[in-house]
């Protein structure tokens, strides 16, 4: 059988892969896809051997900075990121959820001095395989991955 891409290569930029169906559009949303001038192409429930269906992202002319990275590890963990040159993918990342999360998550607790002062939000990673919490560094609220409020990047 002949193997077809269902979504076209691209020259250079990156492709985020093997995002669960259901995060897709939360990824594309935190990012700021929307706004972005790039060219982008996205699919939704592809074939996955490891997901049974995933979602792909590919955006050209883009590289994503350590902030983005951690956002995208907090929706969808076992995404993979591609970096492609002239058509060739040069490097491949694995997510892994960071131990410090600064700034691209809001408490969940109105008291807490990040939602009335301008300090930046930092949080403690709590695995709970294969879940984690997240341990806010000055309220001590902890937030379930199901309650997270992600600071989109727009």
Same mark, same amino acid.
């Given at each position: 059988?002949?193997?077809?891409?269902?979504?076209?290569?691209?020259?250079?930029?990156?492709?985020?892969?093997? $995002?669960?169906?259901?995060?897709? #559009?939360? !990824?594309?949303?935190?990012?700021? &896809? *929307?706004?972005?001038? /790039?060219?982008?192409?996205?699919?939704?429930?592809?074939?996955?051997?490891?997901?049974?269906?995933?979602?792909?992202?590919?955006?050209?002319?883009?590289?994503?900075?350590?902030?983005?990275?951690?956002?995208?590890?907090?929706?969808?963990?076992?995404?993979? $990121?591609?970096?492609?040159?002239? #058509?060739? !993918?040069?490097?491949?990342?694995? &997510? *892994?959820?960071?131990? /410090?999360?600064?700034?691209?998550?809001?408490?969940?607790?109105?008291?807490?001095?990040?939602?009335?002062?301008?300090?930046?939000?930092?949080?403690?990673?709590?695995?709970?395989?294969?879940?984690?919490?997240?341990?806010?560094?000055?309220?001590?609220?902890?937030?379930?991955?199901?309650?997270?409020?992600?600071?989109?990047?727009?």
């Amino acid at each position: 059988m002949e193997k077809q891409l269902k979504v076209s290569a691209i020259k250079d930029g990156t492709v985020l892969d093997h $995002i669960p169906s259901d995060q897709l #559009f939360k !990824v594309i949303d935190i990012l700021g &896809l *929307s706004k972005s001038s /790039n060219q982008i192409t996205f699919g939704t429930n592809l074939d996955s051997k490891l997901l049974g269906k995933k979602g792909i992202i590919k955006i050209s002319d883009r590289y994503f900075e350590s902030d983005d990275i951690n956002r995208i590890a907090l929706i969808a963990p076992e995404a993979k $990121i591609n970096i492609i040159h002239d #058509f060739e !993918v040069v490097e491949k990342r694995v &997510l *892994s959820i960071p131990t /410090n999360i600064k700034g691209i998550v809001k408490c969940m607790n109105p008291m807490c001095i990040t939602n009335h002062q301008p300090v930046e939000t930092l949080f403690t990673t709590i695995v709970d395989s294969p879940d984690f919490k997240l341990l806010c560094h000055y309220c001590e609220r902890v937030t379930d991955k199901d309650n997270l409020k992600i600071i989109s990047n727009t």
